[in-house]
């Protein structure tokens, strides 16, 4: 027989009475594991909108003359004289350091036509890069997949009366509507889509691009790092990180982690609280009994190990417990709760461990100071019957 | 020299007017070998003496020695080593541990050894057949009979091979037949050379040991 078998048995015994001091301990743990995955799911979801949200970095040619805005924001000089951007500029930004970071690199040329009297903005795009930058599109008709075939906003079709498959003639060329964009909301109402190297060849400025939009994804990684590789290698350019979408959802996060953490304190304090307690009364009960073990030879060590080695076994339960309740109750809570899409229910082992050893860490400080106080009972006290 | 040994030893309770001196002057030698019975009325003493011959109850004055060793010098820790080493308790009211078996509260003293579970094993089946309780090793104590109970607490005494055992009032708790089974135990187990300090009340008890001393106020009032 070992200490162990001892504080085993001894548990055994007190069924009732471990069983709610592994509840308390287990529904700290389930707690925090819940708020951790919560967290996590949330970051998620979080970086999930954000590559919705399209383009998170506005690439411009640094230029003073600031004549149009899209997507509410200023684009440099349509002019483009001085500094212009190249549609190789484009393949730079594949290049960089953070290049994994990186999702959509849609580069963009706009120009206005005249279509029936009326001028229209014309924005040549690669409607591949598109599709992925601006996931939110609905599209009456099919994507262009020609040079020939172009997309136009719900006011264009409005204003110019045009239906899918009808054909436009944009700067002499005749051109096929392949589909009309839903209503936006935004700016995209009013263009026309075209092909890239179509509207770069029909306004006359081959190769050459107004503006590119990126969509890196940053919800972990640090944007303005990017943005600063974007600089270096385009030194022409004015590289912008449009923050607003990333800080509002961040701040969210951001609170709600901090929330999680005050409740987690919170809930493993009393968690502790329950361990302590019910060590201190596990002592007190065991008065006789510890008196025996000192009167037969067991030193204070040897008092003070069967007493964490309880609370080891009850934290290390409790641990496991704890996460697994903790991953239960966040992925069918969680989205209740929080509105989540889903939470995600992974076996994660890094996070295991860290349940495990921070519920044993807390069910063996709880019971330092009840394994001192029974380490230090004098035994003629303990053993009244001597 | 003497396997114990005390010279004025002495042991005070409390303080000012509520002072009680449980023990006074007392000088004692027991041999090895030796079958010593302690009697006294309640409040004589007798429980104190066993607590500070058990290494469990610093005397207030007074030297004691086991074996030449002068166990209250000992720090806590080797004092605690020292009782399980060197002596054997037989508790008034068994004091087994509820939870742990027959044979598991035998071999709770060999808990904190090196010693192998089988040969812990080993050692236990061979006092439980010595003492009568073969086939009963994974019963709980609340399912064993007094004079049972007291075997088992025998051999939990025994395991280490101790060379003393101290008993307070063994069949204090036992009807008389069970009571005599036991003192007829404790005959043959110092007829086997142990050295058994024993207090009890029961006169009939003393028969079997080699000497008694009677204790009255905290004093040695017969035998040395």
Known sequence: MRLKDISINNLKRRKGKVFFLILGLTIGMTTVISLISISRSLEEDISKKLDEFGANILILPRSEDLSLTYGGMSIGGLTLDAHTLNISDAQKIRQIEAQENIGAVSPKFVGVVEIDGKKIPLVGVQFEEEQRLKKWWKVHGTFPKRQDEILIGHEVAVRLFKSPQDPLLIGGKEVRISGILGETGSQDDFFIFADLSFVQETLNRPKSVSFIEVSAYCHTCPIDEIVRQISKTLPHAKVTAIKQTLQSKMETLDHFKKFSVAISIIVLMIGGLIVFTNMMASVHERKREIGIFRAIGFRKTHIMRIIFLEALIVGLIAGVLGYLMGLGVSYFFGPVVLGLERVRWTLDPTLAIGAIFLSTLIGVLSSVYPAVRASKMDPTEALRAL | ?224
């Open chain 2, 1 to 224: 020299m003497s396997l114990i040994e005390t010279k004025g030893l002495s042991k005070m309770y409390g303080s000012g007017e509520e002072r009680v001196n449980a023990l006074m002057g007392v000088n004692l030698r027991i041999e090895k070998g030796e079958f010593i019975s302690v009697m006294g009325p309640s409040g004589s003493g007798k429980s104190t003496l066993l607590t500070i011959l058990g290494g469990l109850n610093h005397p207030t004055s007074g030297e004691i020695t086991m074996d030449g060793i002068s166990i209250y010098e000992l720090p806590p820790e080797k004092l605690a080593d020292f009782r399980r080493e060197y002596l054997g308790f037989i508790f008034q009211s068994f004091q087994l541990i509820p939870y742990l078996t027959v044979i598991e509260n035998v071999v709770l003293p060999l808990s904190i050894t090196d010693i192998p579970n089988r040969e812990q094993m080993k050692k236990a089946g061979e006092i439980l057949e010595r003492i009568g309780l073969i086939g009963k090793e994974k019963r709980l104590p609340d399912q064993l009979s007094g004079g049972e109970q007291e075997r088992v607490a025998i051999a939990r005494a025994l395991i280490n091979s101790p060379p003393i055992l101290l008993a307070d009032e063994p069949t204090g708790n036992l009807d008389t037949k069970t009571g005599k089974e036991i003192i007829e135990l404790f005959k043959s187990l110092n007829q086997e050379g142990q050295t058994i300090v024993m207090v009890t009340h029961n006169p009939d008890n003393t028969r079997v040991s080699s000497r008694l001393i009677t204790l009255r106020d905290g004093r040695v009032e017969y035998g040395k």
